[in-house]
């Protein structure tokens, strides 16, 4: 196993990892989910539903019959659809939604299993359920998952590896999952090889879960699946890293894939919601999450129904604390802060995470003083503290000779930085304004 370098050592602040995954009861009568059309990168989803209908769950709501890279959804509750129109959104700004009231009586849902015999069935017939399924990467990234299981034959793929390392401080869903369902997710994994044509499987878990280790090496004995243990690194669930780790090979800088070096690179619950829709015919209309931090009353691991609010979520967990002062979805490091509480769980919410007011750095950044600690962090080997200097002063071209464009953002040069400057926030305003020049670029040449 090969170590990589930079990365830090922040504390783990797993308190949930001892706890048992909850379902969040269905919402009761008059209840409401608010279901964004669009929960993947890629082409946004049209609806194909009004309001008025009636809708199951399960039932498709809204889909791109066009593009490829787009990923439909589903109704996640019975209930009907009362409005149709902007929501907030996680990422931070308002998109279309579809909104459903909830029925009285809320039946059980049974999936009988659909088949048996997964290992036997033609490839594109498995992506295919895969894309009606709904399912995207659900580690955060929430590419669609279809689009990453057909690389072009150009680009052969040898290996998958599955990422169970959820590096990410507070977040334990992945390691619950892993100790609670390690018998579909290997039947998962199994079924994304044989889709895939390959031979070989790598499980990556960091060694601060040994339980997890266990529970899957016992789940993959007698297979072609592989359980590693290691190092505790952040980010060592970074794809890059993982590969590097695992195989030692090193993925080419963007656009470079990890297709590009024969692999493919699935996340713990990804695979289990693969499982699901290909054993049961079930799509992607819940998740687990981890709710956690110094501001929530009562943390908990929960099975969540996709579009939940966040407010009842946290409602259930107790409520917030008195000296709550910070929400972010997902982990400190890569998650992302949310001004009201009115989002709902998407694919992508792998964490709610609220922190108490003296735990938030307050007041404004300083100047760099070109310490140099963000370069040692960088597990990329950047100079983020010059990409951030450029972004400041718009010097968006210099940004992006300097390597913009290979950020992870995943937050290291931030943690050890002394004047506490936003570097991550400064390298994705460069890597918006590079982005926005290629296609002014693309368009003016077509």
């Keep these: 196993m090969i170590k990589f370098i930079g990365g830090i050592h922040p504390p783990a602040n797993k308190h949930t990892q001892a706890l048992p995954i909850e379902a969040l009861p269905v919402p009761r009568p008059a209840c409401r989910v608010i279901i964004p059309l669009s929960q993947h990168i890629g082409a946004p989803n049209e609806t194909i539903v009004s309001v008025g209908d009636q809708v199951q769950a399960g039932q498709l709501i809204g889909q791109n019959g066009k593009a490829f890279v787009s990923s439909p959804v589903h109704a996640t509750i019975a209930g009907k659809v009362v409005e149709i129109s902007p929501k907030p959104h996680p990422l931070g700004q308002s998109l279309p939604a579809v909104v459903i009231q909830s029925d009285d009586d809320q039946p059980e849902i049974k999936w009988p299993p659909v088949t048996t015999d997964v290992l036997s069935q033609n490839p594109t017939d498995l992506k295919n359920r895969i894309r009606a399924a709904g399912i995207v990467g659900m580690g955060g990234a929430t590419f669609p998952t279809h689009v990453k299981l057909s690389p072009p034959e150009a680009k052969p793929i040898d290996t998958l590896i599955l990422n169970g390392a959820e590096c990410e401080p507070y977040l334990t869903a992945d390691h619950r999952m892993m100790l609670e369902h390690a018998g579909q997710i290997i039947k998962g994994v199994?079924?994304?090889?044989?889709?895939?044509?390959?031979?070989?499987?790598?499980?990556?878990?960091?060694?601060?879960?040994?339980?997890?280790?266990?529970?899957?090496?016992?789940?993959?004995?007698?297979?072609?699946?592989?359980?590693?243990?290691?190092?505790?690194?952040?980010?060592?669930?970074?794809?890059?890293?993982?590969?590097?780790?695992?195989?030692?090979?090193?993925?080419p800088p963007p656009p470079g894939l990890p297709m590009d070096v024969g692999v493919v690179v699935q996340n713990v619950s990804t695979v289990y919601a693969i499982y699901e829709a290909l054993y049961l015919g079930k799509p992607l209309i819940e998740r687990v999450l981890t709710v956690t931090g110094s501001?929530?009353?009562?943390?908990?691991?929960?099975?969540?129904?996709?579009?939940?609010?966040?407010?009842?979520?946290?409602?259930?967990?107790?409520?917030?604390?008195?000296?709550?002062?910070?929400?972010?979805?997902?982990?400190?490091?890569?998650?992302?802060?949310?001004?009201?509480?009115?989002?709902?769980?998407?694919?992508?919410?792998?964490?709610?995470?609220?922190?108490?007011?003296?735990?938030?750095?307050?007041?404004?950044?300083?100047?760099?003083?070109?310490?140099?600690?963000?370069?040692?962090?960088?597990?990329?080997?950047?100079?983020?503290?010059?990409?951030?200097?450029?972004?400041?002063?718009?010097?968006?071209?210099?940004?992006?000779?300097?390597?913009?464009?290979?950020?992870?953002?995943?937050?290291?040069?931030?943690?050890?930085?002394?004047?506490?400057?936003?570097?991550?926030?400064?390298?994705?305003?460069?890597?918006?304004?590079?982005?926005?020049?290629?296609?002014?670029?693309?368009?003016?040449?077509?």
């Design 295 to 446: 501001g929530i009353k009562n943390p908990k691991n929960l099975r969540v129904r996709i579009g939940t609010p966040i407010a009842d979520v946290i409602e259930y967990c107790g409520g917030l604390t008195g000296d709550a002062g910070k929400l972010i979805l997902g982990g400190p490091m890569m998650g992302m802060a949310q001004y009201t509480l009115d989002v709902p769980v998407i694919k992508g919410t792998s964490g709610i995470l609220v922190q108490t007011k003296s735990e938030i750095v307050m007041g404004g950044y300083r100047d760099c003083i070109r310490c140099g600690k963000c370069v040692e962090a960088c597990p990329m080997l950047l100079l983020p503290y010059q990409i951030g200097i450029y972004a400041e002063k718009r010097l968006f071209d210099e940004a992006e000779t300097t390597g913009a464009m290979d950020c992870l953002e995943c937050g290291c040069c931030v943690y050890v930085c002394p004047s506490k400057r936003p570097m991550v926030q400064m390298i994705k305003h460069a890597k918006a304004a590079i982005m926005a020049k290629r296609r002014a670029a693309k368009e003016k040449a077509a």
């Design 190 to 251: 199994q079924a994304v090889m044989h889709l895939l044509g390959v031979k070989r499987s790598y499980i990556g878990i960091e060694e601060n879960k040994p339980d997890a280790i266990d529970s899957l090496k016992q789940a993959a004995a007698n297979t072609d699946i592989k359980v590693v243990g290691l190092k505790v690194k952040y980010p060592q669930g970074s794809e890059k890293h993982l590969i590097k780790a695992l195989l030692n090979r090193e993925v």
